[in-house]
Each structure stands twice: as structure tokens, then as C-alpha cells.
């Protein structure tokens, strides 16, 4: 349920209807907004009795929330999400794109890439130092040397950095040196992971779990919210199904689905979708043409060499032209991607 106030509502009827709520044993979280003060009601079983709150002074109204997600509803926030990550915004009217290695192997791969995919137009670097790899066998990332290795990335090139946490025990870590801590697929019903990244207070990127149905995948988002950190940008790369022609199946419905049930920025990794690099630009154009706010791709200077997901990542020629592609596509939707949408 939402509380909504009076435009001119005062802070002490705010904080009197906050008490309100909480008397009768719900969690009450007031959400400034653009023209109202809403105030939403949390952690209740069923449903809560309006006319507890109605007759209170400076309510204008009470709305039944009908999703089982809360925070992240364009409900509680009809207004976007925009978020900050140093000068790089990522949310509506800005299409981010974040490019770099599966993984940091060197700090000459790491600042090789970084060079190609800045000059071609990229925002934020990626790139993993802890990595979640289906066989035990394969690299499993530098650990904590890959950490360092991103931060002199940030500091020679300026671009913020994006990179993957897997467990509880390294959170400390990645969160000292991530400008945006990445969840991957295999963690995003990790419950306490998403918990200690509600407490969080960097950005949270948070992929779509390879079976995860929207409904999951917002919940998720739910307990970073609900946990303390509002920022969170959610990530589509693709779910299983029973394709063969590509690594997983890029869902691009769910990015209108998104963006008219979330305020969330949300993004596209086309890479672990296709699992090939022919398939990462085409799978980019239309990501961008369906109105996501920005894309994440796996870049390498020498894909066959990468010690993992080379056969996904484009070469810096290929992104170069991804990039002037996507420019060319979010001009022709100009205002904002936001009208293409909409039409
Ligand atoms: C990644 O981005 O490096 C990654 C492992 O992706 P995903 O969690 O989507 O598989
Ligand atoms: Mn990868």
C-alpha cells in the first residue's frame, strides 16, 4: 500500500502518518518525489485496512499496491531512476555503455582493452577479478590482484569500473574498490548476498538470474532496496532455453516489461547472451531499439588468447562499430529513447 500526501503536506504530518503505520506493525518508508510525498507501507502479510490511514491529516489518498515488488514499482516511484556513478549517468535520456574483459588477466590486457573500448566511445570499464566458472578447472579470475589492477585502470583512464562479487566473505573487498558492484546470474537469489548489498553504498548491477522469470528478478532488486541501497541498475544477458544457435536466449520483451513496471535503469549484455561474437551487434541495435538504457560487452584485444569467454568477446574494431551503430540508432530516436517506446 501507498500513502500518498497532500502536495503541501508538512513534515510533521508526514512523520505522524509514518508513526501511524508503524503502530500497527508495518515498516513505513517515506519516497520524496518529483510532486509528492508518498509514503509506502511494508511488510505486511495481506491487505491493509485504507481507512486506517485516509482520514489522517495531509493524506490525499491511498492506493493497494497489487505487485508482490514494492520499492522497485513504478507504483511506489512513477518518476525514472537516474542514477550517478561518478560523471556517467545510466537511466532514461542516457544510453551508457560499459565494455571490457571477461576477466582481468594482466594489467596490460586489462589497460590494453580499456584504451580501445575509451576512445571508441565506452563510459565504464568491466571486468572480472573473482569469477564464477562452471568447471573448476578453468581460471577462476586474479582475486584480489585483479582488484588492483581495476583500480590503476580508474585512475590512467578516468572510467569508472565494474566488476563482479560472488560471495559474502570478499564483499569488503570488491565493494573498496568496485565504482558499481556487479551480481551475476548464478547469485541473483543469492538472499544473503542481496542482503549485504542493500547495506551496500555503491551501485548494485544486478543480471537476471539464466531462469528467472521478471517477477523473480525484480524481487531481487527488492531486498537491495528494502535493504538500505536504492541505486541498483538490473541487467538482462539472456535465459536458458532450448536453442543450440546461441549460448542463451537474449529476452528482449522483458525490457518493456521492465521499464513500464520499474523504475530502474536497466541494461543489456548481449555477449552472455549470444556466447559468439557475430551475434553481439545485431543483439546490440535491437537492445538499444527496444529501449534499454545502456549496454554491457565483453571486449578483447586478443579474443583467442582470452582465458575466458573469447569466443563472445568482440574485437576493438567490432566495438568501435558497435558503438558508432548504437550512436546512430539513439539519434534516430531522439528526444530519448523513451519516445520510440512510447510511439
Ligand atoms: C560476467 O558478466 O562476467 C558474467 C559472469 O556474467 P553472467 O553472470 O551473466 O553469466
Ligand atoms: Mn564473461
Not at 571490457?100 to 580499456?114: R, V
Not at 563510459?123 to 578447472?137: D, E, V
Not at 590503476?152 to 565493494?175: C, I, Q, S, Y
Amino acid at each position: 500500500m501507498l500513502v500518498v500526501m497532500d502536495q503541501k503536506a508538512t513534515t510533521e504530518q508526514v512523520e505522524a502518518v509514518s508513526a501511524a503505520i508503524e503502530a500497527r506493525g508495518f515498516k513505513a518508508r517515506p519516497i520524496p518525489g518529483g510532486e509528492r510525498v508518498a509514503i509506502g507501507v511494508l511488510h505486511n502479510d495481506g491487505p491493509v485496512d485504507s481507512s486506517l490511514f485516509l482520514g489522517l491529516p495531509g493524506v490525499r489518498d491511498v492506493i493497494p499496491v497489487t505487485k508482490p515488488y514494492k520499492l522497485v514499482s513504478r507504483e511506489f516511484q512513477p518518476e525514472d531512476t537516474t542514477l550517478q556513478v561518478g560523471d556517467v549517468a545510466i537511466g532514461n535520456g542516457h544510453m551508457t555503455l560499459i565494455a571490457g574483459p571477461c576477466a582481468i588477466e594482466s594489467k596490460t590486457q586489462a589497460l590494453t582493452i580499456a584504451r580501445h573500448i575509451q576512445k571508441a566511445g565506452a563510459h565504464l570499464f568491466r571486468g572480472g577479478a573473482f569469477k564464477p566458472r562452471t568447471s573448476p578447472y578453468s581460471f577462476q579470475g586474479l582475486g584480489e590482484e585483479g582488484l588492483k589492477i581495476l583500480a590503476e585502470v580508474r585512475e590512467t583512464t578516468g572510467m569508472p569500473v565494474v566488476t563482479e562479487v560472488m560471495d559474502n566473505e570478499h564483499f569488503d573487498l570488491v565493494e573498496e574498490y568496485a565504482d558499481v558492484i556487479q551480481i551475476g546470474t548464478r547469485n541473483m537469489q543469492n538472499y544473503s548476498l542481496l542482503r549485504r548489498a542493500g547495506q551496500a553504498g555503491k551501485p548494485v548491477l544486478l543480471k537476471r538470474g539464466m531462469s528467472a522469470t521478471v517477477d523473480e528478478w525484480l524481487m531481487a532488486a527488492e531486498y537491495i532496496i528494502e535493504g538500505g541501497n536504492s541505486q541498483v541498475i538490473l541487467c538482462e544477458r539472456g535465459v536458458r532455453t532450448f536453442v543450440r544457435h546461441s549460448r542463451n536466449t537474449l529476452d528482449l520483451s522483458a525490457i518493456p516489461v521492465i521499464r513500464r513496471e520499474s523504475h530502474l535503469p536497466v541494461i543489456v549484455d548481449p555477449s552472455h547472451a549470444a556466447g559468439r561474437r557475430e551475434q553481439v551487434i545485431p543483439l546490440s541495435r535491437a537492445a538499444v531499439a527496444v529501449g534499454a538504457h545502456g549496454l554491457m560487452v565483453e571486449v578483447h584485444h586478443a579474443p583467442d588468447e582470452a582465458l575466458s569467454d573469447g569466443a563472445q568477446s568482440l574485437h576493438p574494431q567490432q566495438f568501435e562499430k558497435l558503438c558508432r551503430q548504437v550512436r546512430s540508432i539513439v539519434n534516430a530516436c531522439r528526444p530519448g529513447p523513451v519516445e520510440l517506446i512510447d510511439a
